[in-house]
């Protein structure tokens, strides 16, 4: 029974590259967040998917940020143009999402760093 | 809006002492509150978790929780500290429903041997 996975685990870019962060989902689960986490800095909100669904993107960057959830494969979080301030290690967590109180499960995160 | 304060940033504290993190939300809606623990490197693990019922919350470890309505709070204490217990932990809290986390900033526990 395979936890949340996400890959790759380390990513470096130069500015201005494009980062592609994969997360695949606990077993049965449809649901899936994405959170980032700055040095020094707790876990902060950005998108929210269900399959073929973004259900909340209140906490993307308007610009270079975008979050997908297909029907087959993995969650792809695509960030186009990277800046040295996008560095971070990103989370994402899944949960079933039925009704009532579903626990959000974590992956080990990718650290991007940008150079 | 909910938000989440951790008032310690950094506690110290020797091997087999006992230890309390603290943590204070607000929000103007009933919530769900959470620890969760990050070891260096890692993910988040979950501690423990209120959502309804007793207001004292057993989790694993060791480690336990009291949420305090009247105060809204939601301190985690453990009567006896490991070296294995340092990390990050994070006080988290949500509303009631597949809403995402709101995390606080994170204290840091370094057990001293």
């Known amino acids: 029974n395979a936890g949340v996975m996400q890959n790759p685990r380390h990513l470096v870019r130069r500015r201005g590259q494009e980062a592609r962060l994969r997360c695949s989902p606990m077993k049965g689960h449809s649901h899936v967040y994405w959170y980032r986490q700055l040095p020094e800095e707790g876990l902060k909100f950005m998108v929210y998917l269900q399959k073929e669904n973004i259900i909340d993107e209140s906490g993307m960057p308007k610009e270079r940020f975008s979050a997908e959830f297909p029907k087959e494969g993995p969650s792809i979080l695509r960030i186009q143009q990277v800046v040295r301030g996008d560095s971070a290690a990103y989370f994402c967590?899944?949960?079933?999402?039925?009704?009532?109180?579903?626990?959000?499960?974590f992956g080990p995160g990718t650290r991007l760093t940008v150079l | 809006a909910q938000s989440v304060t951790q008032l310690d940033s950094q506690v110290p504290v020797f091997e087999e002492a006992p230890v309390e993190l603290r943590c204070n939300y607000s929000?103007?809606?009933?919530?769900?509150l959470f620890w969760y623990v990050q070891y260096p490197n890692q993910g988040l693990q979950l501690l423990l978790k209120y959502l309804s019922g007793s207001t004292l919350v057993k989790g694993i470890n060791g480690f336990e929780a009291e949420f305090n309505k009247s105060q809204t709070s939601f301190h985690l204490r453990k009567p006896s500290v490991h070296i294995s217990d340092t990390a990050e932990y994070f006080c988290a809290v949500t509303r009631v429903g597949n809403t995402p986390l709101v995390f606080g900033k994170g204290t840091r526990l370094s057990v001293i041997a």
């Open positions: 967590a899944s949960s079933r999402g039925t009704s009532g109180y579903n626990e959000q499960f």
């Open positions: 929000s103007s809606v009933s919530v769900y």
